[in-house]
C-alpha cells in the first residue's frame, strides 16, 4: 500500500533541501493519480504547517509546448503558498533549487468563490483582475524526468512565481503576444492563445478539477493558467522578463 505520508515527506524534503530524488514510480510503477494527489496535498500540508499560507494554485501542461517538452500529455494542477511568491522587479537564489525554469504565463486573480463545471465565461466572470506572470517549475526529480503520477505528486513542479502588475478583468487574454527575454534576449516568443485555445478555459478546467478533490477556487486566490511556451532553465546572474501584449511586464533576477 502507498505510504502517503512518507512519500509527501521524500518530496517535501527534497524541495527544501533543493536535492534530486528518484521518480516515486521507479519504487511504486502503479501509483495512482489519485494517490498522487493524496501526496501533494500532504507534502502542501507539512508546508502550511510550518507556516506557509495557500494563496491560489497553478494549471500545468496546459499547451502543446509544454507537453512536448516533457512527454506527459495530460493536465496537471498544484498549489501555490505565499512563500513561492516572488516580488516584481524582485530576486531568487539559484542556490534553493535544483534545476529551475522560468516559463511565462496568465495569471487570474479571483473575485469570488468559483466551483464546479463551469464555462470559461462563467469562469472569467469571478475574476477580479489579469496579470503577466512567470512561473518558475523545479521539478524535485532527477534529470527533470517524470510521469504524470511523479509530477502530480511533486505539487507538479511548481516552485516560485512572480505576478505583473493587475489588469482589469475586461482585458481579452485570448491572444495576447508574449515574449520571455532572458538578458534582454527574446528566448521564447509565443501566444496565450497557446494555453488550451483560451486561459479562460484553463480557468474553468481548474475549477473543475479542484471540484474532484472537494475544492474550489477562493476568493483572493492567484490561478496560474500554465505555461504558454517550454521553459527556459535559469542560472545565476540572469535576468528574467516576460512582456505580454496588454497587460505589461513582470521581471526578477537570479542570484547565485
Ligand atoms: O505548465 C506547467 O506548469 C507544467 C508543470 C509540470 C511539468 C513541468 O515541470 O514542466
Ligand atoms: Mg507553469
Redesign the pocket.
Known amino acids: 500500500m502507498t505510504d502517503i505520508a512518507k512519500l509527501a515527506e521524500t518530496v517535501d524534503e527534497a524541495a527544501q533541501s533543493a536535492t534530486a530524488i528518484a521518480q516515486l514510480t521507479f519504487a511504486d510503477p502503479d501509483l495512482s493519480g489519485t494517490a498522487a494527489y493524496a501526496i501533494q496535498r500532504a507534502s502542501i500540508a507539512r508546508r502550511l504547517g510550518r507556516g506557509e499560507r495557500l494563496v491560489g494554485m497553478?494549471?500545468?501542461?496546459?499547451?502543446r509546448a509544454?507537453m512536448a517538452?516533457?512527454g506527459?500529455d495530460e493536465m496537471?494542477w498544484?498549489r501555490l503558498t505565499d512563500k513561492m511568491r516572488i516580488e516584481d522587479g524582485g530576486a531568487i537564489s539559484r542556490a534553493k533549487f535544483i534545476h529551475p525554469?522560468a516559463?511565462p504565463e496568465i495569471a487570474f486573480l479571483m473575485g469570488r468563490r468559483l466551483e464546479g463545471a463551469v464555462s470559461p465565461a462563467e469562469a472569467m466572470a469571478a475574476v477580479e483582475a489579469v496579470a503577466a506572470a512567470i512561473?518558475v517549475?523545479d521539478?524535485r526529480y532527477e534529470n527533470?524526468k517524470?510521469t504524470f503520477p511523479d509530477?502530480v505528486a511533486d505539487n507538479?513542479?511548481?516552485s516560485a512565481f512572480a505576478v505583473g502588475p493587475w489588469a482589469s478583468p475586461y482585458t481579452d487574454v485570448g491572444n495576447l503576444g508574449m515574449v520571455m527575454e532572458i538578458d534582454g534576449r527574446a528566448k521564447q516568443i509565443g501566444s496565450s492563445a497557446a494555453i488550451l485555445g483560451h486561459p479562460a478555459r484553463s480557468l474553468a478546467a481548474a475549477a473543475r478539477l479542484l471540484a474532484e478533490e472537494g475544492m474550489a477556487l477562493e476568493e483572493g486566490w492567484i490561478v496560474?493558467a500554465?505555461?504558454a511556451t517550454a521553459?527556459e532553465p535559469l542560472s545565476p546572474g540572469m535576468h528574467v522578463r516576460l512582456v505580454a501584449q496588454g497587460l505589461g511586464q513582470v521581471a526578477f533576477s537570479v542570484g547565485a
Open positions: 497553478k494549471m500545468g501542461l496546459t499547451s509544454k517538452q516533457v506527459v496537471v498544484g525554469r516559463e512561473e517549475i521539478s527533470f517524470f509530477v507538479s513542479s511548481s496560474l500554465g505555461g521553459a
